[in-house]
């Protein structure tokens, strides 16, 4: 996978060596320099890039600032001097956050960080319109479609995911977060540190517990108040 990007520092120093350090990384093409975010403004709008290694001090217009106007398909990384404004950063949900002088191993490592995001929101997409995976379970690979799965239950390092009609749940060594972030949302909910629920598989909640035919699945506490909003936007009252 190549991405396009591009960087803005104020500072000419700083910015040939980011563009040095992009120009010999095999999955970056840099597509434009600039000295200010006023100056990248109108290309960026109209030329948007996957990545843009964005410093955050800078006249007329801050990095941060920047962040909440450029195109939403575009991923940062920052770059400044000053350590303070880490938390700003992950706020606009910056890829990664380099501190200068940035070695040229800090920028690798940041851009394998935005390669491997790519690579998870295509295959989300992909499976998202395609509406199914293919699971590792023993030595096959299992086809599960979206509309197939009942929930979704985690057992130390292994998932076990059940299915409608009774089918045999599907066992895989797979972790939970990373098969939470493939999953559409919605449907799928994580309720729990053991369960991911189908919200169009629900049968009944009872005092805050999901019913899912004989499945009693608990909601616990740091999961309560994403599920009820879902269930408030559901209720006919």
Not at 9 to 35: F, H, I, N, Q
Not at 55 to 77: V, W, Y
Not at 199 to 228: A, C, H
Request: a neutral charge; aromatic letters at 10%; glycine letters at 2%.
């Amino acid at each position: 996978m190549i991405l396009n990007c591009a960087i803005i520092d104020d500072e000419p120093l700083a910015a040939r060596l980011l563009a040095s350090y992009a120009e010999k990384t095999p999955e970056l093409k840099l597509t434009g320099t600039y000295d200010s975010a006023v100056s990248a403004m109108k290309v960026l709008r109209n030329n948007p890039v996957d990545l843009l290694f964005l410093d955050i001090q800078m006249p007329e217009l801050s990095g941060l600032e920047f962040a909440n106007i450029i195109p939403k398909e575009t991923r940062i990384i920052f770059t400044t001097a000053f350590d303070r404004y880490a938390i700003d950063g992950y706020k606009v949900n910056a890829i990664d956050y380099l501190l200068k002088p940035i070695s040229y191993e800090q920028f690798v490592m940041a851009v394998n960080k935005a390669v491997e995001w790519f690579k998870t929101m295509n295959r989300q997409e992909t499976m998202s319109q395609d509406k199914f995976l293919y699971i590792k379970s023993e030595y096959k690979l299992v086809k599960v479609r979206f509309d197939d799965i009942l929930y979704i239950e985690g057992l130390k390092d292994y998932i076990k995911v059940y299915l409608v009609d009774n089918k045999k749940p599907v066992l895989s060594l797979m972790n939970m977060k990373k098969l939470e972030d493939f999953l559409p949302h919605p449907p799928f909910m994580r309720v729990h540190r053991s369960f991911i629920v189908n919200m169009t598989k629900v049968e009944m909640i009872d005092r805050g517990r999901i019913i899912i035919g004989s499945t009693i699945i608990p909601v616990s506490e740091s999961y309560k108040n994403q599920f009820q909003s879902f269930i408030d936007n559901h209720i006919l009252q």
